[in-house]
């Protein structure tokens, strides 16, 4: 799922730059918060026995997967503006933050239903 989001933001920005685009540290910021919820899954997984991490894992995974279709796709086809490009930026800091909080919130809700 991360790289479905993952590939979704590089072709969204090449579509931005009207296709004239090469790779620059801009691409490597909006790529960023995939690599680290993908490293936080996997530690996280590591890490706890009871099965919950992984469960919040997939579920962290997934609702960054939408929220990134609903903020990319939003921005490039439903109010295109010439501010439209400023996501690139705002969206990868709220995964880099929201992301692990809410992966951490899971595995929390997931192994107290569990009673572990």
Avoid: Q
């Amino acid at each position: 799922m991360l790289a479905v989001a993952a590939l979704m933001t590089v072709v969204l920005m090449a579509r931005a730059a009207l296709w004239n685009w090469r790779p620059n540290p801009f691409v490597g910021w909006a790529l960023f918060p995939y690599a680290l919820l993908a490293g936080y899954v996997f530690l996280r997984g590591r890490t706890d026995r009871s099965g919950s991490a992984n469960k919040a894992g997939l579920w962290v995974c997934f609702l960054a997967l939408l929220f990134t279709a609903w903020c990319y796709l939003g921005a490039s086809f439903g109010h295109v503006s010439s501010t439209s490009a400023l996501v690139f930026l705002v969206v990868p800091l709220y995964l880099s933050i929201g992301g692990p909080v809410l992966g951490e919130i899971l595995v929390r809700v997931f192994a107290a239903r569990s009673g572990r």
